[in-house]
């Protein structure tokens, strides 16, 4: 019998496409992924209009930067595969929710999918006990810092924000605080000299490599994890302008 993964992402066009596609075809011949669960893409939240979020971003960061990231999305639609195509060429079944994952009805539809290990790559929902406990060896998610360091949001642009020189990826089975679970894998990556991102690039496939290193272990039922510690932990919201004017002035480049 195969080890059964329901995937959770959402459906940006950056660099998680590549990421998934290394993920997937990365993964040992014993495990599949039965389906995958695709959430909206939500980077300044859902409640936010288009040109609401266009504002918003303009206000932190700049109108250069909403060009060339504007420029930038367009060129990942046209000439890149999307995350929903990643799963399609996979043959992988795309799950579409029409309520928040922890609702009834979505819970229902992944219980369906009987997995063994559900994994969340950039999912923008917080999980509640209920989709925790949903399937046999719960959720595994994978965050681009060295936690308990730099929890929350946007560790790439913190950590060159704050001057680091050393970061690394976690990975970590999911509880219901914030990036807090107990840590599975854990790899490291010198970063001096990177902008955000080449920084979020080289996490993200890091991040694919450690996440096959834990579905092994999962399968090998080898679950012994390193702690993370709230008492060293660090926590980061989403930059305002005047953390986006440190960031350049630490050196930092986008």
Partial sequence: MSFRIVLVSQNEAGFLPEAIDHFIRRLPNKAKVVSAVVLDPSPFGKKLTGREKAHLAISIFGF???ILYALRAIRNLLFQKSVIAVFREHQVPVIFLRE???SESSISLIEKEDPDLIISISANQIFKTN???LARYGVLNVHSSLLPKYRGLL???WVLRNGETESGVSVFFVNEGI???PILVQERLQIKGLSQSELIAKTKLLGM???VVAVKKVIANQLETMPNDDSESSYYH????ADVQAF???GGRF
Avoid: H, M
């Fill in 209 to 211: 490599e450690a996440l």
């Fill in 238 to 241: 989403f930059p305002t302008r």
């Fill in 248 to 250: 350049y002035r630490a």
């Fill in 131 to 133: 989709l925790i406990n």
């Fill in 64 to 66: 250069k930067f909403v």
């Fill in 100 to 102: 928040n994952i922890n």
């Fill in 179 to 181: 990036d807090s679970g």
């Fill in 155 to 157: 560790p790439s642009f």
